[in-house]
């Protein structure tokens, strides 16, 4: 989303300049001073009202875009609290409904023992994972490219130091129809999590840019996505695409 370029007011001004004698003081690098430059704060209705109606008449032109290029690992596995997290997050159950759900899975042989506090696995597990990737049928579209490879094994996955007793939340690879459906959901967030960490990281670009709206400037930020990876197991991804601000892909000159 792009929003306009506001000028700063006086006081802001005098604020800035106040937190750069300090930092100053300090010893420490100050902010770097910038033009300001941009429409006036919009002080009421009506400007706004005007403001708007002038950017409706206007050609809008992509003026500047530039790119940090950057990479990010796989969500890591799950523990019990960051499964729960995120249950509540998806389908609003309470962290005592997720524990049940998640120990029936359990005692079901298709997730391994919940109640842990690591978010890694242990060297030991990583032999077995090819044959649990193989147990995931209904994950094959996931599956299927890694059949044959040698998977990838991160440091930020599999580390002996820190497990003790159990190791995080994964599937076992047995196969079973007999879910009910939230156990379904709940199984199917830790799959995606387990088969994730064998994919690469996704390749982004931290993205800036810069439009003109007749006088005025405007700017969104965001990340935009080069290569997707991991991303690709999550079928939410792209509907999850806002709430990371994700940017579709822009060019100078662009209208």
Known sequence: TFSAIIRKSEEELILEAEKNKEAIAAGKKPKKEEENRGIDPIASQEQGAALLEQIRNSPFAITNVTKKEGKEAPPRLFDL???????????????????????????????????????????????????????????????????????????????????????????????????????????????????????????????????????????????????????VVFPTASNKQSDENVLPVYEVGEK
């Open 81 to 231: 609290t960051s499964l729960q997290v995120e249950c509540n997050k998806k389908f609003a159950y309470s962290a005592d409904e997720t524990l049940k759900i998640i120990q029936s899975l359990y005692e079901k042989k298709v997730a391994t023992y919940p109640r842990v506090d690591t978010t890694y696995l242990s060297d030991d597990i990583y032999p077995k994972c090819p044959g649990i990737l193989k147990g995931l049928r209904d994950y094959a579209t996931f599956t299927t490219s890694l059949d044959g490879t040698t998977l990838l094994k991160s440091k930020k996955v599999f580390d002996n130091s820190k497990v003790t007793d159990h190791h995080a939340i994964i599937p076992t690879g047995v196969f079973s129809y007999d879910m009910t459906p939230d156990e379904k959901r709940v199984y199917d967030l830790v799959a995606r999590r387990f088969i994730a960490v064998f994919y690469p990281d996704c390749e982004i670009a931290n993205t800036t840019v810069m439009a003109q709206v007749g006088e005025n400037e405007f700017k969104a930020t965001g990340k935009q996505i080069i290569d997707p990876a991991w991303r």
